[in-house]
């Protein structure tokens, strides 16, 4: 267990439609990241915030939108679904900028 | 532009022979290096990471990994496999003297280890 806890664990939703995940990073990290893993895409990099800034962008859509809470926590907002959203989003944590990340166990999105 | 390789999308090892996952990268400093596995259905986990030191990095469950500046690799290694090392390896790189602060993930390579 890396202390980093996601929300929902699955999701499936219909096209054209709206989603939040939730991210708790470990205590005491203040920098959470996301990524969206797909089958044949490999591991991307979304976004990075850090203690409430946003501080890196990497592939994220247009559509996607992120924030992170005076309490830490995170959350990314997809919205506008399509089928090739469905994968699975991990949110990553680390005590500051470009140290070791700790995973969390990811949400499985389904958009059908 | 920081980069990470890992040459080989799958490995195949008999339990018990040395293992060898791959990892080259590409940075303008001296990297950050970072070894991470994903089980079935779970998130990554930490195995190791490479700052500055010892070029022979040792980590969780019995892997290490070497650090070869010359060669811009940082292969990951395993004298004696097991069946429940099988599963997916990612290597990552970072460069502290980017202003962009993202670590790079490689595309990842599946570890079979058969009985």
């Known amino acids: 267990d890396s202390g980093v806890t996601q929300t929902p664990k699955h999701l499936i939703t219909a096209t054209g439609q709206r989603v939040t995940l939730r991210c708790s990073p470990r205590s005491g990290d203040l920098s959470v990241y996301w990524y969206q893993q797909s089958l044949d895409q490999g591991l991307q990099f979304l976004i990075q915030?850090?203690?409430?800034?946003?501080?890196a962008k990497g592939n994220i859509l247009e559509r996607f939108s992120a924030q992170q809470f005076p309490d830490l926590h995170s959350e990314l907002n997809l919205s506008s679904l399509e089928l090739g959203d469905s994968a699975l989003y991990f949110c990553?944590?680390?005590?500051?900028?470009?140290?070791?990340?700790?995973f969390g166990p990811g949400t499985r999105l389904l958009v059908l | 532009a920081q980069s990470v390789a890992q040459p080989e999308d799958q490995v195949n090892v008999a339990e018990g022979n040395p293992l060898t996952v791959k990892c080259t990268y590409s940075v303008s400093g001296n990297p950050y290096l970072f070894w991470y596995v994903q089980y079935p259905n779970r998130g990554l986990q930490f195995l190791l990471k490479y700052i500055t030191g010892d070029n022979l990095v040792k980590g969780s469950y019995g892997f290490e990994a070497e650090f070869n500046k010359s060669q811009t690799s940082f292969h990951l290694k395993k004298p004696s496999a097991l069946v429940s090392d099988s599963a997916l390896y990612f290597c990552a790189v970072r460069d502290p003297y980017s202003s962009a602060s993202k670590i790079i993930f490689g595309s990842g390579t599946r570890l079979s280890i058969r009985p």
């Open positions: 990553a944590s680390s005590p500051t900028i470009g140290e070791t990340q700790y």
């Open positions: 915030y850090y203690n409430g800034e946003e501080r």
